[in-house]
């Protein structure tokens, strides 16, 4: 499982909070780290799988965020949703890379 540093994946806070090891992308961030209770319950209402694999970045342009969770192993959903919570998108890849990737991509397409 990734560590990160605590951080909000909702607000300017994330950019000061490096995180406590060297990840390659450091802009997702883990179910148990977002500190705000009603974030963490926007983002639980779209889990269907797993909160301990849940993962969450957030488009700082649109708001709209992007998340990915195991569903079994070697299958991972991604799902991009509002900021309200109606979902924009989802699809299955095979490895968390390549569900960030897919779901960062959906995110930064319908912000431009």
């Known amino acids: 499982m990734?560590?990160?540093?605590?951080?909000s994946v909702f607000?300017?806070?994330?950019?000061?909070?490096?995180?406590?090891?060297s990840l390659p992308d450091s802009r997702w961030c883990v179910f148990s780290h977002i500190p705000s209770p009603a974030e963490a319950a926007l983002v639980s209402k779209s889990c269907l799988f797993s909160l301990a694999t849940l993962e969450v970045y957030q488009c700082p342009?649109?708001?709209n965020f992007a998340m990915i969770e195991q569903v079994e192993?070697?299958?991972?959903r991604w799902a991009v949703l509002t900021k309200d919570g109606l979902l924009l998108e989802h699809g299955q890849q095979s490895?968390?890379?390549s569900a960030?990737?897919?779901a960062?991509?959906?995110l930064h397409l319908v912000a431009s």
Not at 11 to 21: N, Q
Request: net charge negative; aromatic share 10%; proline share 15%.
């Open 2 to 7: 990734r560590t990160y540093a605590p951080a």
């Open 11 to 21: 607000s300017s806070e994330h950019d000061r909070h490096p995180p406590l090891v």
């Open 61 to 63: 342009e649109t708001q």
């Open 73 to 76: 192993p070697g299958a991972w």
């Open 95 to 97: 490895a968390p890379e």
């Open 100 to 102: 960030r990737q897919a």
């Open 104 to 106: 960062e991509e959906f």
